[in-house]
């Protein structure tokens, strides 16, 4: 079967090339959409609906707050005060 995904873990590349397709077949413009756009995308989304920074940083995988807000784009005060209301 010509395109599936198996079980098996995708590399980078391959993930590329799925995510390329894709977008491709909606009639997007794939060079538009990349990996990296969508997994901001993802996060700012979820950020912007929560507000909870912590959770972010964690599906991201930084290491460091502000390593997330750095990614996100938002003001450092405003991001740190908005973590400290949320607790994990």
């Avoid at 993930?15 to 390329?20: D, G, K, L, N, P």
């Avoid at 991001?79 to 949320?86: C, D, N």
């Amino acid at each position: 079967m010509e395109g599936a995904i198996t079980a098996s873990h995708l590399s980078t590349r391959q993930y590329s090339r799925v995510v390329e397709r894709r977008v491709s077949s909606i009639g997007l413009d794939p060079k538009r959409y990349d990996t990296h756009s969508m997994r901001r995308t993802k996060a700012a989304h979820i950020y912007k609906k929560t507000g909870n920074l912590r959770a972010v940083q964690l599906l991201l995988g930084h290491k460091k707050l502000e390593s997330t807000i750095q990614y996100l784009g938002i003001e450092v005060d405003d991001a740190l005060a908005i973590s400290e209301q949320v607790e994990l």
